[in-house]
């Protein structure tokens, strides 16, 4: 897979502060731009209009919002949206039972991160997305 550094990170994230801290972090480790989201409906229309190198999704059990973005998943991973259906997808969750796990492993999702996460991993996972 060789990706593009041009090509921008997608972030899909309901909390305006974890927003700011995850696109601030991929900036000044020169992962590049930074698209964000705070909606499936948002980000699915980023996916539609333009090419991604990555997302970064959250995904909340508790908030309902699990169906919503793995059909997001899912439809990066069918081909149906301007990206790569190969591109990395790393989950942000609050908490990951094992009934999420096993929905996410058949989508390829590099790496669930369970907030709040160390901010050493986070850079892996954007260093990973951007290299």
Known sequence: MNRSRNLPLLLLEPSALL??????????????????????????????????????????????????VLQLIEAIRGGKLASAADMPV??????????????LHPLEVQRVLIKPFKARLLIEALSSISS
């Not at 801290?21 to 699915?44: C, D, Y």
């Not at 908490?95 to 929905?103: P, T, W």
């Open 90 to 103: 790393y989950v942000l969750a609050s908490a990951c039972s094992r009934a999420l796990l096993e929905k």
């Open 19 to 68: 927003r700011q801290t995850v696109a601030l972090t991929a900036i000044s480790i020169g992962a590049g731009s930074v698209w964000q989201a705070s909606n499936v409906r948002e980000a699915q229309e980023l996916l539609l209009a333009r090419q991604f190198a990555g997302a970064v999704v959250a995904v909340d059990e508790d908030e309902g919002s699990t169906d919503g």
